[in-house]
């Protein structure tokens, strides 16, 4: 089984930066793509962004692409998330998920997704 373990969460205001990691353990190799999702109070949770973690394609979702960007290191099993220009609606619980992803990240995002963090919540305020 793989672990995820998310950091970096806290309160910010309109316009500033926070960058979330995720740390992965376990068996690593039963997934290879990793994303960041979000949920708001009362939404449905909603892709932000998502990486193969042996490189290439990258998925960001309309709201955030821009401002927020995915990256790996693949050495340290550690997934980020550097979100800037922050705005209220940013605010939610972000959770790093991974899955074994066989198309278009695109695609994939929409999918169910097998391993979770348990998140770290983002509050922006105006």
């Known amino acids: 089984q793989v672990q995820l373990v998310e950091s970096g969460g806290g309160s910010v205001q309109t316009g500033g930066s926070l960058r979330l990691s995720c740390e992965a353990s376990?068996?690593?190799?039963?997934?290879?793509?990793m994303g960041w999702f979000r949920q708001a109070p009362g939404k449905e949770r909603e892709a932000v962004a998502a990486?193969?973690?042996?490189?290439?394609?990258?998925y960001y979702a309309g709201s955030v692409k821009g401002r927020f960007t995915i990256s790996r290191d693949n050495a340290k099993k550690l997934v980020f998330l550097q979100m800037n220009s922050l705005q209220p609606e940013d605010t939610a619980m972000y959770y790093c998920?991974?899955?074994?992803?066989?198309?278009?990240?695109?695609?994939?995002?929409?999918?169910?997704?097998?391993?979770w963090g348990q998140g770290t919540q983002v509050t922006v305020s105006s």
């Open positions: 998920a991974a899955n074994q992803c066989y198309g278009l990240i695109a695609t994939e995002v929409t999918h169910k997704w097998s391993v």
């Open positions: 376990g068996y690593i190799s039963s997934v290879n793509c």
């Open positions: 990486i193969y973690i042996g490189g290439g394609s990258t």
